[in-house]
Nanobody, 119 residues
Framework: QVQLVESGGGLVQPGGSLRLSCAAS????????MAWYRQAPGKQRELVAV???????NYADSVKGRFTISRGNAKNTVNLQMNSLKPEDTAVYYC?????????????WGQGTQVTVSS
């Protein structure tokens, strides 16, 4: 079993910044990728940013140039630096981990952290 815990969410004014962090623990073997998703009220969950074990990154068009995903210095951590936040960024942000375990791929989700962008 793998557990993911997000932190860093909160209330921020438009144009402000937040840094989200995710720490994974448990029976972690070989990580393929870590990602951030978000789900706004009444909307489907969407991919925000992903980083592979090889170092490649990809971002949703809506956050390009504003958000940066990176692996943390501590093992099994990932961060999301969010700048120039907009009201439409308001959502619950979820950390996601994809890994290889013995003979199968596994995918895990954190509980989510609320980000609210409002005046």
């Amino acid at each position: 079993q793998v557990q993911l815990v997000e932190s860093g969410g909160g209330l921020v004014q438009p144009g402000g910044s937040l840094r989200l962090s995710c720490a994974a623990s448990g029976s972690i073997s070989s990580i393929n990728a870590m990602a951030w998703y978000r789900q706004a009220p009444g909307k489907q969950r969407e991919l925000v940013a992903v980083t592979s074990n090889g170092g490649s990154t990809n971002y949703a068009d809506s956050v390009k140039g504003r958000f940066t995903i990176s692996r943390g210095n501590a093992k099994n951590t990932v961060n999301l630096q969010m700048n120039s936040l907009k009201p439409e960024d308001t959502a619950v942000y979820y950390c996601n981990l994809d890994m290889w375990d013995r003979s199968r791929w596994l995918n895990y989700w954190g509980q989510g952290t609320q980000v609210t962008v409002s005046s």
